[in-house]
C-alpha cells in the first residue's frame, strides 16, 4: 500500500489521475417543466407592448405575429394602434381581443393556460464568441445561448448541436440580448457546445488574481503542492444562467471539510463557498480570459481532440 501511495501521489503530481463524470449527449426524457403552473398576463392586442414583454410572448407563432408587424422595433417593442390585427394560427385577432404573455422573465412553457419555467430542461450551452458594433477594438467578446430541450424536438434525429434555432425558439427568446443580436447580425462564430458534467481546464498564467475575487482566493489557498497546482485547473460545470457557468473543483469535495482541522482553517472564506456552495459563478466573457479547454476523454481517460467516428472532441475557445 505504501509503494501505491507514492504511485498515486507520483501521477496526482503529473495531473495522470483523470475524473469522469456521468453526460447525457442525446436528447432527454426527463421533467419537461416545473410542477408550479402560473398564471398568464393578458394584454389587449391594442395596448403599447415593450421589447421585452413582447419577448415573453405565449407562444412562438405569437412572438412572429407580433414581431412582423410594420410599426415594431427591436428596441422599443409595438406603439398602441387601436387598428392594429393579427392573425395567429388562422384565427383574425382584433385589436378589442387579448392576447397573453408570460409573467416571469425565465425561460417558460405555455401549460394549461398558464405557465411552467423550463429552466431545468437545458439539452446544452453553445458558446460564441462576436466583437461589438461599432467598437475601435478588435478584442473578441464571448457568451453563450442556453438551449432547452424543447426546441430540439422536432430534430432529435438530427445532429442536436448544430439544429438552427429561428428568432421565435425559447433558447433565442431568452438568450443573452448581445450574443442573439450578433447572431442575428452574422457577426458571431460558434466555437463548440458544453453540456452539464463537461469537464474544463483553464490556466492561470497572466490574470492577475484579486483577494476579493472567489477565483483569486481558491488559487491562492492550493498554491503548495504539485498536486494542487494541477488540480486546481480542473472544473466541472454544474449549472448555468443567461450568460454565466456555474463550475465546481473536479478533484475536491465538501465531504470532510468541516473535520479537516488545520486544513479547513487554513481556507478562505470565498474558496469555502466554491466548494460547499454554488461554486464559481463566472461570466463565459470572463472565462476566457483564463483560456479555458473543453476536455473530452476517451474510455482510457486520455483527452480527445480529433475523431474518425463522430465521438465528442475536446476544444479550445482560443482557437
Not at 426527463?30 to 394584454?43: G, P
Not at 391594442?46 to 419577448?55: C, E, F, Q, T, V
Not at 448541436?161 to 433565442?172: D, I, K, T
Not at 457577426?187 to 498564467?205: F, Q
Request: with cysteine; glycine share 6%; hydrophobic share 35%.
Amino acid at each position: 500500500m505504501n509503494t501505491l501511495l507514492d504511485l498515486l501521489n507520483d501521477a496526482l503530481d503529473s495531473d495522470r489521475v483523470s475524473v469522469t463524470r456521468c453526460q447525457r449527449m442525446s436528447l432527454g426524457n426527463s421533467q419537461a417543466h416545473a410542477a408550479t403552473i402560473r398564471k398568464m398576463k393578458h394584454v389587449e392586442l391594442s395596448s403599447p407592448m415593450d421589447a421585452d414583454l413582447i419577448r415573453r410572448a405565449s407562444t412562438p407563432a405569437l412572438y412572429c405575429a407580433l414581431t412582423r408587424l410594420p410599426e415594431y422595433s427591436p428596441e422599443k417593442g409595438l406603439p398602441e394602434n387601436r387598428g392594429r390585427e393579427i392573425v395567429l394560427n388562422g384565427r383574425h385577432i382584433r385589436s378589442t381581443e387579448t392576447i397573453d404573455f408570460f409573467v416571469s422573465g425565465a425561460a417558460q412553457l405555455m401549460v394549461r393556460n398558464g405557465s411552467a419555467e423550463i429552466g431545468d430542461s437545458i439539452h446544452h450551452m453553445r458558446i460564441y464568441r462576436y466583437r461589438k458594433t461599432g467598437a475601435k477594438s478588435q478584442k473578441y467578446m464571448y457568451g453563450m445561448i442556453r438551449v432547452f430541450q424543447i426546441d430540439l424536438l422536432h430534430a432529435s434525429s438530427e445532429d442536436l448541436f448544430a439544429v438552427q434555432l429561428p428568432p421565435q425558439s425559447v433558447s433565442v427568446r431568452y438568450g443573452d440580448k448581445n450574443v442573439v443580436q450578433a447572431i442575428q447580425e452574422g457577426r458571431a462564430e460558434y466555437l463548440g457546445y458544453i453540456v452539464p458534467n463537461d469537464e474544463i481546464l483553464i490556466s492561470y498564467e497572466g490574470v492577475q488574481m484579486k483577494d476579493s475575487e472567489k477565483i483569486g482566493a481558491y488559487a491562492n489557498d492550493f498554491s503548495g503542492t504539485a498536486s494542487e497546482l494541477a488540480q486546481r485547473r480542473h472544473w466541472v460545470v454544474v449549472g448555468s444562467d443567461v450568460s454565466k457557468l456555474a463550475l465546481r473543483p473536479s478533484y475536491l469535495s465538501e465531504e470532510g471539510l468541516e473535520n479537516s482541522g488545520s486544513e479547513s482553517d487554513r481556507l478562505s472564506n470565498q474558496t469555502r463557498k466554491v466548494i460547499e456552495g454554488k461554486g464559481w459563478v463566472v461570466a463565459v466573457n470572463i472565462l476566457a480570459k483564463y483560456h479555458p479547454v473543453v476536455i473530452r476523454r476517451n474510455a482510457l481517460g486520455e483527452p480527445r481532440f480529433r475523431t474518425d467516428s463522430g465521438m465528442p472532441v475536446s476544444w479550445r475557445w482560443d482557437r
